[in-house]
């Protein structure tokens, strides 16, 4: 068993970011993941990824790879494809990767393990062809995949669109995004405006609407404050049923993508991690 100045568990941008900074200033560091290589979410891949899929990806995702570089050259001791199964109050670590298990302790540990996405139930979730939109961004990012056919996307948030600008990048056209945020959710943010307008909150409200007018000018079909959702079953695939200003929509799709809710209507509102 080693002594670590830090054992930082995940290497996603966080854990990158803090684990190099400590071994570049002298901290003796050793980094977990278990994942083949860094990046977590966010940068999965980005070691190996073609030029064109990076294209396809983005600026903030490619901009992962100086980062790798420096985590790399950093003197971080990187140990992947390894899980970190117990944490004991004293710092001790308990580890099992292909060799077996093992423990190491560190003066201090730094827990970076990232963010759970959140679909929640609604009827029909558990249908072949349902999946989140994170698994599939995994696809996407990982093999370079997107499903075949007709996609809806069903959710909120900035994964949620980010995907979707994705999707057109690599050439989908047969998109449709059902927005579940409330009614009301864009005039309960204006008391933020002030405080993101500081830092860098103008460069993210410049790419959410950059994003929105990509996805417009492409004449992707998006249904805002919808609820009521249910998926079924079809001949040709999957239909969605949901309800939009009191008036019930009917979409088909070969694939549905879910992601966080915040609308969920008449579904649980348990949180799914994934």
Known sequence: MSLWDAIVIGAGPAGIGASGLLAEN?????????????GGQIW?????????????LGSDYLAGRDEVRRLRASGAELSFETQAWRVEPEGTVWLKDSHG?????????????GAMERPCPLDGWTLPGVTTVGGLQILLKREGM?????LVLIGTGPLFYLFAAQCLAAGMRDLSLIDTAAAGAIVSALRHVP???????????????????????????IYNHSGDLRIKSAADGLEVHFRMREVEHRLSASHVGLHERSNPGNASSARIGV
């Open 26 to 38: 002298g901290a003796k560091v050793l980094v977990i993941d278990e994942a083949p290589g860094p």
């Open 44 to 56: 999965r891949g980005v070691e190996d990824v073609s030029d064109a899929r990076a294209r396809i």
């Open 101 to 113: 298990i093992r423990r190491e302790r560190g003066r201090r540990l730094l827990i970076a393990t």
């Open 146 to 150: 997107l499903p075949g056919g007709p």
């Open 195 to 221: 405080a993101a307008l500081t830092g860098k909150g103008p460069s993210y409200l410049i790419k959410g609407l950059k994003l929105l007018w990509m996805l417009r000018r492409a004449g992707v079909d």
